[in-house]
């Protein structure tokens, strides 16, 4: 795992429009839209203690429940933490999502879960939740929500409980997120 240094810090780039974390070495482009994030995104940040424990959390279900590359799990682990930190909360969108038996309940240690649309159906990474409402950031490369709206990888949206399953284990396969 690539281990955070006390040198690292989160920026805004003027020119790219981008929130940028400077890791020494080099710099990661996070996948935040512009657009989304709030007024303190655009002032440089330590990377400090509470990303770097959120990052380790992140990187640890990742790790164990995608059986991902180390450059994947930093690649989602790190978006995960810009999300939650820099990212305006959004009202939920769940009349994109496919409500979900009761029978495809999910154990509080799954983190990782699967959202269905009428097309398709992609997994994502559980943020935060609450009894309602969870915050996912979307891991596969993209989802089509409907005919004319399509999410893109590390983009989150918010949805009722009733809209999440479980990721199915046997589905999994070593490297499939690869960074």
Known sequence: MLQAKADWYWFYDLESHSLRLN???FTFVTACKSSKLLPHAKQTQSFNVADNQKYCEYYAIVEEQLAASEAAC????LNAVAQTKFVRPEQPKSWYFVPQPKAAKRSLFDQVVVLQTEHASAEFL????NQDCANLMLLSKELQL???KTMQQFECVKVLQDRIAPLSKPNLSRGKFQA
């Open 146 to 148: 409907d005919e004319r």
């Open 23 to 25: 890791m020494t070495e």
């Open 126 to 129: 559980v943020l935060e939740e």
């Open 74 to 77: 930093v690649q989602i682990a």
